[in-house]
Structures are given as structure tokens and as C-alpha cells.
């Protein structure tokens, strides 16, 4: 049957306090990524709370046909997020892992109730940003040029598709030229990368020169697995673009 | 192969029956919703039939026969086929100067006020199957009305009026009355409650035929009529 | 695994290969963009297309719900009409059935219109085996069969080839193409007339079936051409061959499977021909094949059927959208799969009906971007199979043909190593602290880090985690 995404748990209140899950990609690579993104929250007047135990969301596993295992490491975040509160995560996919495949995963398991609350509550940050905070942004930066890369899965499962270009529009000294492809994928797809390594190369050579015939000094993103894939094939290239997560591109126009 | 029929169908019980599928109830709104004035719904079907090649021709009860006949000989076209046993076809043949040829024959005679000759649809094609294909420049019928939502003609070949009719001349005109409009085919399929008995065969016709096999460049005429002149009878 | 191997179809070098051949690239992405484009625009009223894809899914999964009974019906209605029925448990049943036909009807030429499961079948190859020339007459498959391969696309099969490559290849195997243009009139001209005289010759006619209706025992094929009417009109006998799961309950689930079909496949609002057959010639009529007969195929459909997940998969109408949206296929084209579908379509079904074994990399050639997911207009949960697909080739079982069949053991150790060091914070924290340390003194001649930088510079671990940082600035933990 069809598994869509469930909706955006509705907050009757703002809330003061949230969760903020890293992901592992964001942990090892792009950690000034993820403090920015808990600064933006804290900015809202919200309290931060990153559990120290987190890991991964087990994605990777999931996807690579190891369910057993990829269950032991989404097992090991449930008791992380006790408090009934939103958890925000800096990526469309490890949010859309949370939200839309924990319950599948979880299913049938003496925790799965646990396990379908806590991915009631998983919010990707852009989405958080905009339709619970309704952040509103003063950009104090130089003028520049940018594009837009949406992921997959942020697109796809979780249903975020303007909010990140919304917080874009915002910034007064920014021009966001969007892609002409924007909804096809960047290569990444995890493992696929090193699975079919050729033809990932292929498709991120399309993005790639998609992203150049607009001109932008910077392409953004909200996913860290696509951005390592871009960001890679950009320095390989010797292209003079370069690749930001949002949270950090966000934070430093509104400090200037 | 009832071995087959037996395994197969055991197989989709025992498993089914394991596992049932509830499904969710079906909905019909989005089709029946699918609705025009009626006097929208003749401009949109010209609309899309056009956009796909399609010609019109404007006529009345009276003169339809003359307004065909006048039209595929200015084309060029030197013979119709056509169903001599409808009442459409009998009026043809009545109002056309051009005799029918004898039966069995290949072409008409004395075509004196025009140079088209009608031929009559009325044996087996296996008894002209050479001439059909070789020797028939158009193919004349009625239809059972035209659909809003998709541009489309309803055709039911019968007996009478032949299947090969509508497909194997280059030019298939197609006499449309006006009034026999329907905004999608569900609503075509539902008032004409289709399902309680389906002719041999029952065809929806959108266009002359066509193809974008080579390179999504749209060429028409590819194994069907290279032309559909549709006839608005008013 | 090893003896597997052999037999393995190999996506990797033939997708290399593929994406060597600029021409061939080129082809595919100006096709592509062409056909998104032209679907985005049939579907620009949202709530229209929401409404009516769940309506699709709703006809397709009730016929699911009640297969074994609605293949009862629709054969009961069908001999009813006069028209004979077969059963096939595999393709090679399929094609003994299909050879009996012919010898009956004393035939040695077939014309076909369009038929997938025949492509399934290689009944083409079976039939010419047997002195019995099969002639494609759908122009792309008349353009494949002319120079010998295989459809690369399910609704387009010449889509590979531009204009320039195909007037070569028509100079190249037909007499009369030299004095003909070049263009897609010209060539579409004289496909006309040589098939023509074949249409008129041939003792049999061979089609495809896109839904048979249980309620009326009708046939219903839809196409722009012409062939189809032509193949199941002009020779004596006509077979029409049909995937069992392609039957639906009412003459009244028809329409929302045209109307969704053809805007799908091909952003037009309708093909040119909608033919609904429901019986041969009756006394009196004067065309239309005296015998039809009707295959219903298995191979590996009922098994497909057992799973309820994988169940979804039977749900497919055939309209190649998910080809079309595929950024993995616009790459490497069609032929690279080496499959009668390629594509998402085929990266689910045809593992499950050829085998893990043989197919086990299909399921991973796929970045599972839920691009085919978000325009199939039946709603079939693609991804999702995918990902199920991969755990049954790891893991064995009875669900899937040779599932198992690509189980590693130093893969399945990665995995649970990976596990170990993730479900615990403190294995997590000693394995993370010792990658930002020393990481990135990692060569990138490593297994896999050398795919990786083929074409990108290598991964940077930075200098402190997120934890670090975290802890570091005083976020607190709990």
C-alpha cells in the first residue's frame, strides 16, 4: 500500500524548547552546518537540546537492504527525545527517514508505538523555520547570486519544497536564480554513488553545469549528502561555485 | 494448459486469501465532474481535433451528401467507400450523380457530374481486400456522437457499416451530428449503459493516425487514414 | 554467489558503455525534457490529477483485490463472446500456445502492434525458429526490429535513435529507402508502405491488451497509429496476449485508465485510437478476424501477487512516465538494463520475475529520488519496493526468486560493524573522534573512496564533530 509522508504534526502553541538531531553526515563533515542551525533556532528564542547519545538515523542500512542493523541504530535515538517536544534535523533525507520509514521499520516491534511517536515529532529545519516560527530575516550581507539544490527526499518525503527558497527570498541582498532542473537529483543517493560511481558522475555533471548556466558564486542546500556530492565534483572541477548548507548560508547574512 | 489455468488461479486464491487487499472505494467524481455547456462542448472538440490534424466541414441534413462529395473531389480523391445499407449511405448514393459500380466490380461508372466514384461496402473483405488497400482514396461513416472532454469520435462498427471503413482509406470523413454531444466518455459509456452489451467492436477516434516514433517528431498517416474530415451535420 | 555470477546481467558495463556514447545521451535527455514537459502540461490543474490518480489507484487495486475471480469472469465473458482463452504459466508455455495457433491457422506471416509481454516471451526469435516471420508493425518496434535489438523505452522504442540514424538504417535494410527523404514524413511514409502490404497478407495478427473488463469481456488497446487496428482487424485470426494482472472489473474502470495513460506516457489527452474488442466477426459482418484468442500470461506474476508489498507492483498500466522522469534512465538510456522494461518499472518487476540472481543490481541502480514515485499515475509505491527488493537479494527466503542470491558476507560484517559503532554513544564517539582525527589521511586509492573521487575531491573530516562543538559551546544535552 501507499506509504506517504504523514502530515507536520500541527503545534497548537510556539513551542520553547526543541530537539536538534546532527546527523552523522553534518557530525563528521559539515558541524559548523549543524551549529548553525541551533543557533538559528536559539536566535527564535527557543531552547536547544542536543542529546549527546545521537548517532545516525540508520538510513544507510535501510537502504542498502540491512534492515536488522539499520533498526539497531534508529533503536538507539528513541529514548534520546523523552520530552513531547518538536525534533529538528538539518536534512530532508535523515528527516525523511525519521518520519516516513521509522513507523515501516519499527513495524511489528515490541517498540513501535515509541518508535511512530517520536517520528510524529521529526521536523526538517527550513520547514520548522517557516511554517512553526515564521521567521522573518534581515539580510546585512554583500549582494550575491545564488541557486537552489532541493533534495530528494526533503522534496519528496517530506514535502519541502518552498519553505527553503521562501527564507531565500527574505534576504534582500540575495538573487535566487533557481535551476532548470531543480527537482532532478544531484547522483548522491548514497551507496549509489559508489555503487554506479559512472553514472553518478554522469548525473552530477548535469547538475553540475546546470547549476553554472546560472551564474550564482553559491549553490545552497539543505542536505549534507548532496552537497558532498556537488561540493566534490565542484572543487574537483576546479568551479569557481561553491556548495553551502542553508543553516550556515542563513546565518551568516543575517551576522553580515 | 488447463494445468496452467488451475495452478494460477490456485496460486492468486491461496495468497490473496492470506493476505486481502481492502481497497479504498473508487470515486467517480473527477470523471463526472469533467462537464461543459452545451454550447462550449462543439468549439472544444474542434479545438483539440484540430490541434491534432483533424478538418471540418460544416453541412445540414440536406446537403451533407454534396458537401462531401464536392469536398473529396476538389481534394482529388476519385473513390469513396462507403455503407450502402445505413441510411447515411443510402442517401449518399441517392443524392450523388455518380453511380455505384455492379457488385464484384472494381471501379463505378459514369461518373458524369463528378469524378468520384462511390463504392459500396457490401461483401466480405476478402473479397476485395487488394482493391481496399490499393484502390480507395476515402471511406465515409456515421458516428454514434463526439466527446467534449478528450476531442474524440464514438464510432460502432456493425454489419452494416464495416470496421476497415474508418481505417484503411487515406482519408476517413466521419459525419458528426451536433447535437450528439457528451462531455467524457464515462458519461458516453454510462448513458448509453455500454455494458450491457458491447458491440464487436466499439472505437474512439481522435485524429487521422499518427506517430512521434522518430525522434517525437509528430508525422500523420502513418498506418490509418492520413486525413479524418470530420462533417458537422446541423 | 559465485556460481550466480556468471549468469548475472551486467548493468555496470553496459550502463559505462552507454554513457560513453554522447549521441546516445543526447538523444535520451532532448527526449526526456520533451516528454516531462508535455506531461507537466496535462496535469497543470493539481486537485485534477490528485483526484484522479487515486481513482486509477482505486480501479487498479480493487481488480487486485479480487484477481483469481475477475480472470474467472473475464473468461467466462470472453468465451461467451466467441473468443478462445489460453493460460500460460511461463513463456515458454506462452509460446508453444501461440506456435499451435499459427500451424492451426496454416499461417507463416504475423503482424504485431505493440505487445510487451511478447517482448517478455522472445517470441519473435521463437516464432522465426520456427519458419514463422513475426513483422513488428508499430514504427519504433518495426525500427528495432530492423536493426535487431530491442525496444529501449516501453511506449517509444526507437527513442534511442534520432532521424539522421534511423533514414541510415531504412538505406541500409530496405530496397526502395534510397530514393526517400530523410525526414520523419518521408521515412513514416514508406514504413506505410511496406507494412501495408503486409497487413493485408499476414494469417495472423498479434496485439498487446493495456485492460480486459471482467463485467463484459472486452479487450481495449490503445494507440496512435493505426497498426493495432490494423493487426487485431484485416488477418483472419487474431491473438492478443495480456499479463494476467491486466484485467479490471467494470467497463466503467476503462476511462480512468485512458484518460490517465496517455497524459502519463505521453502528454496527450488522448490517443488517437481507443479499440475495444469484444468479439470476432459475427454472421453477417463483413471484416474482423473470424478466431481471436487471448494468452494470459504468468511468469512469475503470481508470485509477485503472494507478497502483499510487492503486490503493488502488478498495479502498473505501462506507461513509461517513471522512464521518462528517471534521472538514472535518462543517462544511460534503455538498453543499458538489458530487460524488457527498464527503468523504475523494470527495476522492480523484472528482478522478481527473472530472479535475484540474475538480477539482483537492478534493484541498486537507482538513487531512490521518488521522482517516478511522484508522477505514477497509479500510485505504485516504486521506492518502497526497491528498498524491500534489496533486502531480498541480501537475505534469503521464499518470497523472491533466488532471493539471497547476493549475500556477502564481508558486506553483511561492514553492516554490522557500521550497527555496532552507531548504537552505542560511546563506540560512536571513539569512532568519530578517530575519523576527525586521522580521516582524512585516508588514500583515495581506497576501494571505495576511489569510485567516489573518479570525478570529486575527497570527503573532509572536519576538525571536531558536532557533538564537540555542541558540548563545547554548553548545548545542553538533555
Known amino acids: ?256 | 494448459m488447463s494445468d496452467a489455468r488451475a495452478a494460477i488461479l490456485g496460486t492468486l486464491r491461496r495468497t490473496r486469501d492470506a493476505h486481502p487487499l481492502t481497497p479504498p472505494p473508487s470515486d467517480f467524481t473527477p470523471l463526472a465532474e469533467k462537464q461543459w455547456p452545451p454550447e462550449e462542448r462543439l468549439p472544444r472538440i474542434r479545438r483539440l481535433m484540430e490541434a491534432v490534424h483533424t478538418e471540418f466541414l460544416e453541412a445540414t441534413e440536406a446537403d451533407w451528401p454534396a458537401v462531401v462529395t464536392d469536398f473529396l473531389t476538389r481534394e482529388g480523391a476519385s473513390t469513396l467507400l462507403y455503407a450502402p445499407e445505413t441510411i447515411d449511405g443510402a442517401k449518399l448514393s441517392a443524392n450523388t450523380h455518380s453511380p455505384s459500380p455492379p457488385r464484384g466490380e472494381g471501379r463505378g461508372e459514369g461518373d458524369v457530374a463528378s469524378s468520384l466514384t462511390l463504392i459500396p461496402y457490401d461483401r466480405p473483405i476478402e473479397d476485395f481486400k487488394q482493391q481496399m488497400f490499393e484502390g480507395i482514396d476515402a471511406g465515409l461513416t456515421g458516428t454514434l456522437g463526439a466527446i467534449a472532454d478528450t476531442g474524440s469520435l464514438i464510432l460502432w462498427p456493425s454489419a452494416q457499416e464495416p470496421r476497415l471503413l474508418s481505417l484503411v482509406p487515406h482519408i476517413h470523413v466521419a459525419l458528426l451530428r451536433a447535437d450528439a454531444l457528451y462531455d467524457s466518455f464515462w458519461q458516453a459509456m454510462r448513458d448509453g449503459r455500454w455494458a450491457d452489451g458491447m458491440p464487436t467492436n466499439a472505437l474512439l477516434i481522435s485524429g487521422p493516425s499518427k506517430t512521434a516514433d522518430i525522434e517525437q517528431t509528430l508525422a500523420y498517416g502513418v498506418h490509418g487514414p492520413k486525413r479524418l474530415v470530420v462533417v458537422i451535420v446541423r | 554467489m559465485a556460481d550466480h555470477a556468471a549468469q548475472a546481467v551486467n548493468f555496470a558495463a553496459a550502463s559505462k558503455a552507454a554513457l560513453q556514447d554522447s549521441e546516445l545521451r543526447g538523444n535520451f535527455r532532448r527526449a526526456m525534457d520533451g516528454l516531462m514537459t508535455k506531461r507537466a502540461v496535462q496535469f497543470a490543474d493539481g486537485q485534477e490529477w490528485h483526484r484522479m490518480r487515486a481513482l486509477a489507484a482505486s480501479v487498479r487495486l480493487r481488480a487486485l483485490s479480487k484477481l483469481p475471480e475477475l480472470l474467472e469472469q473475464l473468461e467466462t465473458n470472453l468465451t461467451r463472446n466467441g473468443i478462445q482463452v489460453h493460460w500460460a504459466a511461463t513463456t515458454a508455455e506462452a509460446n508453444a500456445i501461440t506456435l499451435e495457433i499459427m500451424r492451426k491457422a496454416n499461417a507463416t506471416l504475423a503482424v504485431k502492434g505493440k505487445s510487451m509481454v511478447t517482448e517478455e516471451m522472445h517470441l519473435n526469435a521463437f516464432l522465426e525458429d520456427h519458419d514463422i516471420e513475426v513483422l513488428e508493425s508499430d514504427l519504433g518496434e518495426y525500427i528495432v526490429q530492423l536493426d535487431g535489438t530491442m525496444p529501449s523505452h516501453i511506449i517509444m522504442p526507437a527513442i534511442h535513435l534520432n532521424t539522421k540514424q534511423i533514414a541510415h538504417l531504412f538505406k541500409q535494410k530496405i530496397k526502395d529507402a534510397a530514393s526517400t527523404g530523410e525526414d520523419a514524413a518521408a521515412l513514416t511514409d514508406l514504413a506505410r508502405r511496406i507494412l501495408r502490404q503486409k497487413f493485408m497478407k499476414a494469417g495472423v495478427g498479434m496485439s498487446g491488451v493495456n485492460a480486459a473488463v471482467a463485467e463484459t469481456g472486452t479487450l481495449c488497446l490503445i494507440e496512435n497509429e493505426g497498426n493495432g487496428r490494423m493487426c487485431t482487424t484485416v488477418p483472419p485470426v487474431h491473438i492478443a496476449f495480456m499479463g494476467l494482472e491486466k484485467v479490471v472489473e467494470r467497463l466503467e474502470d476503462v476511462p480512468p485508465i485512458i484518460s490517465l495513460l496517455p497524459r502519463s506516457a505521453t502528454g496527450q489527452p488522448i490517443t488517437t485510437y481507443v479499440n475495444m474488442i469484444s468479439s470476432p466477426r459475427k454472421e453477417g459482418e463483413k471484416d474482423g478476424p473470424r478466431e481471436i484468442h487471448v494468452v494470459i500470461l504468468d511468469n512469475g506474476r503470481s508470485s509477485v501477487y503472494a507478497d502483499p508489498e510487492l503486490r503493488d507492483t502488478l498495479r502498473c498500466i505501462r506507461c513509461g512516465a517513471c522512464m521518462n522522469h528517471c534521472p538514472v534512465y535518462t543517462k544511460v538510456g534503455g538498453h543499458a538494463y538489458q530487460a524488457p522494461y527498464p527503468g523504475p518499472i523494470g527495476k522492480i518487476l523484472v528482478p522478481q520475475m527473472e530472479g535475484l540472481a540474475k538480477r539482483g543490481e537492478m534493484p541498486h541502480a537507482c538513487t531512490m529520488c521518488n521522482a517516478c514515485v511522484e508522477i505514477c499515475p497509479v500510485k505504485i509505491p516504486i521506492v518502497e519496493i526497491m528498498g524491500r527488493l534489496r533486502v531480498e537479494a541480501v537475505r534469503p527466503s521464499a518470497t523472491v526468486k533466488d532471493a539471497g542470491a547476493q549475500a556477502s558476507r564481508t558486506e553483511a560484517l561492514v553492516w554490522k560493524g557500521w550497527a555496532a559503532m552507531n548504537s552505542s554513544p560511546l563506540a560512536y564517539r571513539l569512532a568519530t573522534t578517530a575519523l576527525s582525527a586521522v580521516g582524512n589521511a585516508a588514500p583515495a586509492s581506497l576501494p571505495l573512496l576511489k569510485d567516489w573521487t573518479s570525478v570529486r575531491s575527497k570527503p573532509r573530516f572536519a576538525a571536531k564533530t558536532l557533538h564537540d562543538l555542541a558540548r563545547k559551546k554548553g548545548i545542553p544535552d538533555v
Request: proline share 6%; with cysteine.
Open chain 1, 1 to 256: 500500500m501507499d506509504r506517504p509522508t504523514p502530515p507536520p504534526s500541527t503545534l497548537a502553541t510556539k513551542p520553547t524548547k526543541v530537539y536538534f538531531f546532527g546527523t552523522c553526515l553534518v557530525d563528521l563533515f559539515f558541524p559548523d552546518a549543524g551549529m548553525a542551525g541551533m543557533e538559528l533556532l536559539q536566535a527564535q528564542g527557543l531552547e536547544v537540546v542536543f542529546p549527546q547519545g545521537q548517532s545516525c538515523c540508520g538510513q544507510p542500512a535501510y537502504n542498502s537492504g540491512y534492515r536488522d542493523d539499520a533498526l539497531k541504530v534508529a533503536r538507539a535515538q528513541l529514548d534520546l527525545f523523552p520530552g513531547d517536544l518538536p525534533i529538528v534535523v538539518p536534512s530532508g533525507s535523515c528527516a525523511g527517514m525519521m518520519k516516513k520509514h521509522w513507523p515501516h521499520l519499527f513495524h511489528g516491534e515490541a517498540d513501535e508505538a515509541k518508535a511512530v511517536q517520536v517520528s510524529s515529532r521529526v521536523w526538517e529545519l527550513t520547514q520548522f523555520l517557516v511554517q512553526v516560527l515564521n521567521v522573518q530575516l534581515t539580510d546585512k550581507g554583500e549582494p550575491v547570486r545564488i541557486t537552489w539544490h532541493a533534495s530528494c527526499h526533503a522534496q519528496r518525503e517530506m514535502g519541502v519544497v518552498e519553505e527553503p527558497k521562501a527564507l531565500l527570498r527574505q534576504l534582500a541582498n540575495v538573487e535566487l536564480v533557481e535551476l532548470k532542473r531543480e527537482k532532478e537529483c544531484c547522483g548522491f543517493g548514497g551507496t549509489f554513488a559508489v555503487r554506479h560511481p559512472e553514472i553518478s558522475a554522469a548525473m552530477v555533471g548535469d547538475k553540475l553545469a546546470d547549476i553554472e548556466q546560472t551564474g550564482a558564486k553559491r549553490v545552497v542546500s539543505g542536505d549534507c549528502g548532496c552537497l558532498m556530492n556537488i561540493n566534490g565534483a565542484l572543487e574537483a572541477g576546479r568551479k569557481p561555485v561553491q556548495g553551502q548548507h542553508i543553516a550556515q548560508f542563513l546565518k551568516e547574512r543575517i551576522h553580515g
